[in-house]
């Protein structure tokens, strides 16, 4: 299976602190995105990082990628309480692009 | 808002019947997935359709079945409800050669 597995399953930090999340996978990949869900609703897109890319911004967001140790790392700097929601990598492969295969999800938890 | 619709947002059903879930894609999207999300799992790929053709299939069994529009909005089916079919069912749209996908925000679905 490709599916990606994120670490730690739940992180409690306080306002203003850094979180980092950790995701591996199995097999190789073409993209590799992370997806924020609050509440077990929708899931919202945070960004994406190419299987030939090794680091990625987006706001208060960095992704890294290391295909190698097939792993990525999300960080969130200075937290805030609306942080707080589950967060999944999702990968996809050259054989079976845009079709996503999910971790379990890292639970995130920011206390104001 | 990623413009990608579902309904019904919650439903509740008897073990052994049938029910019908409903995606809007994004304007301009040909293709929708379809991803079950356990309590406490990430999303499972289910099928994915392009241009009114399945495009690939997860690890699910024939009653789960589904259908895609001319206008690309889409369909699922669950045959002979289980508990186990319990979830939240979310669909994704996106576009040809696109890498990102949009998530709506998901039907609940209880079987009792």
């Known amino acids: 299976s490709q599916q990606g597995e994120e670490d730690p399953q739940a992180l409690s930090i306080q306002e203003g602190e850094n979180a980092t999340m950790n995701c591996s996978y199995k097999t190789s990949i073409n993209n590799l995105q992370w997806y924020r869900q609050n509440s077990g609703r929708g899931l919202v897109h945070l960004i994406l990082i190419r299987s030939n890319e090794r680091e990625k911004h987006s706001g208060r967001l960095r992704v890294t990628l290391d295909t190698s140790k097939k792993s990525s790392s999300l960080l969130i700097t200075a937290s805030r309480a609306a942080d707080t929601a589950s967060y999944f990598c999702a990968t996809d492969g050259w054989d079976n692009f845009n079709k996503f295969y999910f971790g379990s999800g890292t639970k995130l938890n920011v206390k104001p | 808002e990623t413009g990608v619709t579902q309904s019904p947002t919650h439903l509740i059903k008897t073990r052994g019947q049938q029910v019908t879930l409903r995606c809007s894609s994004q304007s301009g999207h040909n293709t929708v997935s379809w991803y079950q999300q356990a309590l406490g799992q990430g999303p499972q790929f289910i099928f994915q359709?392009?241009?009114?053709?399945?495009?690939g299939r997860g690890n699910f069994p024939p009653r789960f079945s589904g259908l895609q529009f001319p206008n690309y909005s889409s369909e699922l089916n669950v045959n002979a409800l289980e508990l186990d079919d319990s979830a939240l069912y979310l669909c994704?749209?996106?576009?040809?050669?696109?890498?990102?996908?949009?998530f709506g925000q998901g039907t609940r679905l209880t079987v009792v």
């Open positions: 359709y392009y241009r009114e053709e399945e495009n």
């Open positions: 994704a749209s996106s576009n040809t050669g696109a890498t990102e996908a949009f």
